[in-house]
């Protein structure tokens, strides 16, 4: 007898197989009426074990496997995910039907379709036939193949003789129970570190234990430790490391300039922020009868201290980067080397790696040059000092002397040719506003101010442009594999839409043609109501910026071969490329690079710790901000509409950059259509259009520092009226109110 369980299988795995009936079936495979029983009970078995389906009206067709994908996910405080599938074809299934989604698409999951699944942790996803409104595709989690983390931070409590902990910035929905009260002599209230011994699923509670007790909550510096513990960001050096250090003091020599080019008798200065934390550009620049320039970029020879292999190298490599928090530094090197040896300190000699270019009047450049050279700094200057003196050179003539007067005149003079030829190459000039929290001596915040940048900043800007594009040039020309700084032209897909968004604001441009058209858009809206919706969809459209040893290009540069060189002393791919540097100079052609897997890896890594640290720094400061806020409830300030979606719009303000969320409920009553591809709410009744980019005016409804949420209430024109005012403002109000009553 037939294995027809076997046959009516075949049949079906073939792509062009035809749904049928029971009867046309058995014609097409030939079966005998006398077989038909046992035919019959093959197709029933088959449906039993969901191997074949029939319809209502006893059509057989096969099933198709739901696709699967595997990616990573990021959960919202509001309980849903989203998943960004692995582009890699060996983290799928490749024996199942492919997945229909589209490069970079994010997959939406519902809160119930999590299974326990945290932001960071590799999962697999299976593809539901629904799509939400607007067409984003929905998912759900099968399984976690690989958990992100099992450490978390969150705050201790106590209850019914049992301990427990909420992690923060709702994590996990539920509290981890940690078992006897008083575990490592915590006490309600305290911030805490809990590691997780088993995660929730949906019928068991999260347990852990807790591994460290980090101090009171709102106690001044545990919301930085918080932070440093949920990052995982490296602190404190091992002492190994410590003692390499230590070594490397003991055995620098400063007049020891043995192949190195002597410039400690140049007019070479350095230009920094007034609260820069570390020192590693200075700049030297002639200027010759016909007009043609030499510049000197200075770079700190890291390389000399940091040796391939040592446990001074081998850290640097794992922290990848220095992290900048709000109250202090995490440094990638100790502080010996990092403010140092290798910091551009004035009046110190200090090792350095030197580049030489030479521009002709026009700002273009002819011939580069290359040293290890040793330098001492005249004069450190901050950014505030700089374009008073360059007003009104006269005026400071007593207090800065004629050589670095001129200097900063030459600086100016080929900076701003320099910039003037690079956008019209078509470089991109975004210009976002940008705000800088100010803090009190205890790390709280005690208000804002808007960041400027000036030509002060433009001049250094354009020669550390300058110096990474000659040293990438170089690299490339030898044919030396180096971790590129790239970034790729963006998706022309996005483009599109963003060619959409900015035709329903009235200008007829189109964006997907090329970046010179980008450029003519961000030129053509520049000053007028409309520029920051469009300068932040345009920056919505960009790809991110990663290392890589892939020859992919700057497109914001408009540069095809680009690396970063100016900052050893934070940036370990700086520390790299200086090495080739050397080689370069010491070997020619000789020199020995990383081969170009070990580039990937390492171009991974470092793009993964830069995004870790300003992940960091960002979340710590909107702790510190929620803080500031959770007793201003009422306060109203202007804010730009930084994201729109169908739940509401996100808004940043602008005179305290914290963003919140303003609920559709929380806007005028309504209903709204919710316009995904132009970043739009509209009301249907009012006409009300709420658009990514717009100015508008809020207040502060509702502050949760647990679950790290801002809620903003949309305040109308007719209350703006009766209740305007200043965060400055109010704040003078209610320390007059707060004297009255005393």
């Known amino acids: 007898m037939a294995d027809y369980t076997a046959l009516i299988l075949r049949y079906y795995a073939d792509p062009d197989a035809q749904p049928l009936n029971s009867k046309e079936l058995a014609i097409w495979l030939g079966v005998k009426k006398s077989q038909w029983s046992p035919f019959k009970a093959a197709i029933e078995q088959l449906i ?17 496997q739901t696709p699967k994908l595997v ?19 060996e983290a799928e299934n490749a024996d199942e039907a492919p997945p229909e989604t589209e490069p970079d698409e994010v997959i939406y999951i519902e809160p119930g379709d999590l299974q326990g699944a945290m ?16 067409g984003q595709r929905i998912g759900r989690v099968l399984r976690v193949i690989e958990r992100a983390r099992s450490e978390f931070v969150g705050t201790y409590h106590e209850k019914a003789g ?11 929905d539920q509290p981890v ?22 995660f929730p699923t949906a019928d068991e509670s999260a347990e852990g234990v807790l591994t460290k007790v980090l101090g009171t909550h709102g106690q001044p510096g545990i919301d930085c430790l918080s932070i440093i513990h949920e990052f995982n960001l490296p602190d404190e050096f091992p002492e190994p ?5 230590r070594d490397v ?8 300039l043995t192949d190195r080019l002597d410039l400690t008798q140049e007019t070479i200065i350095t230009i920094d922020p007034v609260d820069a934390r570390d020192f590693d550009d200075a700049i030297s620049l002639t200027e010759d009868k016909d007009g043609h320039w030499r510049l000197g970029v200075h770079i700190a020879d890291v390389s000399h201290f940091v040796q391939p292999g040592t446990p001074l190298d081998r850290e640097a490599k794992d922290r990848g980067t220095s992290v900048y928090l709000p109250d202090r530094v995490l440094p990638m090197l100790p502080e010996l080397i990092s403010n140092g040896l290798a910091s551009l300190q004035e009046g110190h000699v200090r090792y350095t790696k030197s580049v030489f270019i030479d521009f002709n009047p026009e700002g273009l450049p002819t011939g580069t040059e290359f040293a290890n050279s040793a330098i001492k700094v005249m004069r450190r200057f901050a950014y505030e000092e700089v374009m008073p003196i360059l007003e009104d050179p006269e005026a400071h003539r007593t207090r800065v002397s004629a050589k670095v007067r001129a200097l900063l005149d030459r600086m100016h003079r080929l900076a701003m040719t320099l910039r003037r030829r690079r956008f019209s190459r078509g470089a991109l000039d975004l210009q976002l506003p940008e705000v800088k929290i100010d803090f009190d001596e205890n790390g709280r915040v005690s208000g804002a ?12 800007e354009e020669f550390m442009l300058a110096a990474n594009i000659a040293v990438a040039t170089k690299l490339s020309q030898e044919g030396l594999p180096y971790l590129h700084r790239t970034h790729a032209a963006p998706d022309e897909g996005k483009l599109r839409t963003l060619g959409s968004f900015v035709k329903g604001l009235g200008f007829d441009v189109k964006p997907w043609v090329g970046r010179q058209e980008i450029q003519k858009l961000l030129d053509l809206v520049r000053g007028q109501p409309a520029e920051q919706a469009i300068s932040y969809a345009v920056l919505r459209s960009m790809k991110q910026a990663e290392y890589s040893p892939a020859e992919v290009g700057h497109f914001a540069l408009a540069e095809d071969f680009y690396c970063h060189f100016t900052s050893p002393i934070r940036r370990y791919p700086d520390l790299l490329v200086h090495r080739l540097f050397d080689g370069l100079v010491r070997h020619g052609k000789k020199t020995k690079a990383p081969s170009v897997l070990q580039l990937v890896k390492l171009g991974e890594h470092c793009s993964e710790t830069e995004r870790r640290a300003e992940s960091a720094e960002r979340e710590l400061i909107k702790v510190k901000l929620l803080e500031y806020l959770k007793d201003k409830i009422g306060w109203q300030m202007q804010a730009t509409i930084t994201g729109v979606e169908r739940f509401g719009l996100f808004c940043l303000g602008i005179e305290l950059p914290a963003e919140g969320l303003v609920h559709v409920r929380n806007l005028p009553q309504d209903q709204y259509d919710y316009d995904e591809k132009g970043h739009v709410l509209v009301g249907r009744k009012r006409d009300q259009t709420y658009r990514l980019g717009d100015r508008v005016t809020v207040e502060v409804a509702r502050v949760d520092t647990h679950k790290r949420t801002l809620d903003y209430r949309l305040v109308l024109p007719e209350e703006i009226s009766r209740r305007r005012g200043s965060l400055k403002t109010q704040e003078k109000q209610k320390k007059v109110r707060r004297k009255r009553r005393g």
Not at 126 to 132: M, Q
Not at 162 to 172: E, I, P, Q
Not at 177 to 198: F, Q
Not at 449 to 460: L, T
Request: hydrophobic share 30%.
């Open 48 to 64: 039993e074990a969901g191997a074949i389906r029939k319809s209502s009206s006893g059509i057989l067709s096969k099933v198709r």
């Open 71 to 89: 990616g990573t996910i990021k959960r919202t405080t509001s309980g849903t995910g989203y998943f960004r599938p692995s582009r890699d074809p």
């Open 119 to 134: 932001t960071g942790d590799t999962v697999e996803v299976g593809l539901s036939r629904r799509r939400r409104a607007g």
């Open 162 to 172: 049992r301990g427990y902990v909420t992690v923060d910035a709702g994590l996990l």
């Open 249 to 256: 003091v003991r055995n620098f020599n400063e007049s020891d």
């Open 241 to 245: 490391v410590l003692e390499a250090a």
């Open 177 to 198: 129970s940690v078992g006897d009260p008083g575990a490592k002599g915590a006490r309600p209230n305290d911030k805490v570190v809990v590691e997780i011994l088993k």
């Open 449 to 460: 101010h808007r960041v400027s940048h000036d030509e002060s900043h433009q001049i250094i």
